[in-house]
T-cell receptor, first 117, second 115 residues
Framework: AQSVTQLDSQVPVFEEAPVELRCNYSSSVSVYLFWYVQYPNQGLQLLLKYLSGSTLVKGINGFEAEFNKSQTSFHLRKPSVHISDTAEYFCAVNLNAGGTSYGKLTFGQGTILTVHP | GAVVSQHPSWVICKSGTSVKIECRSLDFQATTMFWYRQFPKQSLMLMATSNEGSKATYEQGVEKDKFLINHASLTLSTLTVTSAHPEDSSFYIC???????????FGEGSWLTVV
């Protein structure tokens, strides 16, 4: 079985500062990796995903993440955050086990990013 | 706008009654949909995979007789919480896969409160 660990439950940061949200995963098979954002009382919005190819993935809203297979990590970064980035961020994995399993996500515990003025 | 719609967004029901939550794909056909629940301040846990025209596949520990899933069409999956109890109060979120591709959309979620 796979698992996802988000190392920080809360990350406070000042506006325009860089931020990194950490995510490590454990799996005996290859995986697909995702980052989602959840605003209060809303569903999830996909920020970016890694399926194959380049290990540096660029997503929406200026976010990017790098897949590091040797360290089993998929950290999310943004060089300069805005107040509007305040939300909860979830890292997720999906076993790369064939088409029928795509979409069955295992989520991390979430990281609350709070951007202060 | 939202491409996956959940209804209702909020529902309060009495203990012992049943409540149905709908998940609709608005602009695409979804052979496969997924149901998650999220307790306050916790992560999302996959409950089941909903397959159009066939029985749902439940994750270990999820009671199939309590959480009834029906996927009768390519655009609609429903989750019925039967004989609801206060411990079933949670945020339920569905997601839908676009055809057989690699795009997944999540619904806005449904808050269930059982009193």
């Amino acid at each position: 079985a796979q698992s996802v660990t988000q190392l920080d439950s809360q990350v406070p940061v000042f506006e325009e500062a860089p931020v990194e949200l950490r995510c490590n995963y454990s799996s005996s098979v290859s995986v697909y990796l995702f980052w989602y954002v959840q605003y209060p009382n809303q569903g999830l919005q996909l920020l970016l995903k890694y399926l194959s190819g380049s290990t540096l993935v660029k997503g929406i809203n200026g976010f990017e993440a790098e897949f590091n297979k040797s360290q089993t990590s998929f950290h999310l970064r943004k060089p300069s955050v805005h107040i509007s980035d305040t939300a909860e961020y979830f890292c997720a994995v999906n076993l790369n086990a064939g088409g029928t399993s795509y979409g069955k996500l295992t989520f991390g515990q979430g990281t609350i990013l709070t951007v202060h003025p | 706008g939202a491409v996956v719609s959940q209804h209702p967004s909020w529902v309060i029901c009495k203990s012992g009654t049943s409540v149905k939550i709908e998940c609709r794909s608005l602009d695409f056909q979804a052979t496969t949909m997924f149901w998650y629940r999220q307790f306050p301040k916790q992560s999302l846990m996959l409950m089941a995979t909903s397959n159009e025209g066939s029985k749902a596949t439940y994750e270990q520990g999820v009671e199939k007789d309590k959480f009834l899933i029906n996927h009768a069409s390519l655009t609609l999956s429903t989750l019925t919480v039967t004989s609801a109890h206060p411990e079933d109060s949670s945020f339920y979120i569905c997601s839908a896969r676009v055809g057989s591709g690699d795009t997944i959309y999540f619904g806005e979620g449904s808050w269930l409160t059982v009193v």
